[in-house]
């Protein structure tokens, strides 16, 4: 009598590059949200400077007020 024998061959399978442009599309993503975060950082940065610059001039404005008022309060002799 003869033996029957089964005989298995695994292959190892092979990804296709899936992973590879999974991997781009997320380091695309990344560079994106840092460029968004990095430029928005920015425009708060000009806002800052911005308001901090019309305060500095108000406080200008109210000291030649404060000095106007002075000079009438304190005519020339």
């Known amino acids: 009598m003869a033996e029957d024998r089964t ?12 992973g590879w442009v999974i991997a781009l599309v997320l380091v695309i993503a990344l560079v994106v949200g840092i460029v968004f975060f990095s ?7 000009v806002k800052n400077n911005a308001v ?18 002075k000079d009438v309060a304190n005519p020339a002799k």
């Open 7 to 18: 005989v298995i061959v695994e292959t190892p399978s092979r990804g296709g590059g899936s």
């Open 52 to 69: 901090a610059n019309a305060a500095q001039n108000v406080g200008d404005a109210a000291k030649d007020v404060g000095s106007a008022a």
């Open 39 to 45: 430029r928005m950082s920015d425009s708060e940065v």
